[in-house]
């Protein structure tokens, strides 16, 4: 009897060894909550380290301060904040290069506009212009921060230089003239960007462009002057062509 039960125990003891064992095997298989974290594709963030080209099309607010004064003498008449509006479009290059969560960069960008601001003085004359805003360029670096699944998403600032040109008709009595002038000053602004990919992004940007004061008429009556500034709305397409575009 007692052999019997030595034998009924170890045979229940190697099949119980046994069940564990296989158990074991098949729970191996079983991948835990931490095996599924560790297996699961993670999104490869996008590479901003590239040089760009772009279009964009804008909408223009102007903005003129105007003085006219005798020739040689004191102001007799200001028209501060008289503006018009309108469409344009242009073209933009640049690069960025991004460390971490932030990014660094610079861009030149051409823009043509036919925004119209019309403004008449009253008496001395009878003086009228039209300003006519026409082409220009600028050049800005800008510094923002990268953010959301991926670091698709970006916010930044910018400041710089560029140059805008525009064209006066004048009228002064029975004289008339056309007058194409150019003015310098800087630009700055905010603006966002969103990657789609690491070819292509979409930017939108206000930017404000403050002018010199410039001459825009002169006789030996009467000079009017100008200082003229910008704000634009500015909404782009920006191609990557660099290194960032393959993902390096």
């Known amino acids: 009897m007692k052999s019997f039960l030595k034998r009924s125990i170890a045979t229940l003891a190697i099949l119980a060894i046994g069940a564990g064992a296989a158990s074991a095997a098949d729970l191996k298989g079983v991948p835990s909550a931490d095996d599924l974290v560790t297996v699961a594709p993670e999104g490869k963030p996008i590479n901003w380290n590239t040089i760009y080209a772009g279009i964009q099309g804008h909408y223009d607010w102007d903005n003129h301060d105007l003085t006219a004064s005798s020739t040689g003498g004191p102001v007799f008449a200001e028209l501060n904040g008289f503006g018009g509006h309108g469409l344009g479009y242009g073209a933009i290059v640049g690069g960025d290069l991004a460390r971490g ?6 861009a030149c960008e051409y823009d043509d506009s036919d925004s119209e601001a019309k403004f008449n003085i009253g008496g001395h ?36 230089y560029g140059q805008q040109d525009q064209t006066y008709a004048i009228s002064a009595g029975l004289d008339r003239a056309a007058v194409d002038k150019s003015t310098n000053g800087f630009v700055y602004g905010i603006g966002a960007e969103y990657a789609f990919n690491n070819f292509a992004s979409i ?17 030996q009556c009467i000079t009017l002057r100008d200082n003229p500034d910008y704000t634009t709305a500015v909404f782009g397409l920006k191609i990557k062509v660099g290194p960032g575009a393959l993902g390096y």
């Open 203 to 219: 930017d939108f940007r206000l930017k404000r462009f403050d002018g010199d004061s410039i001459t825009v008429y002169s006789d």
């Open 101 to 106: 969560n932030f990014l660094f960069g610079a």
């Open 125 to 160: 004359g009878g003086l009228t212009a039209t300003a006519s805003r026409g082409t220009g360029w600028d050049c800005f670096g800008r510094f923002g921060y990268l953010w959301g699944t991926g670091k698709r998403a970006l916010l930044y600032g910018f400041a710089g």
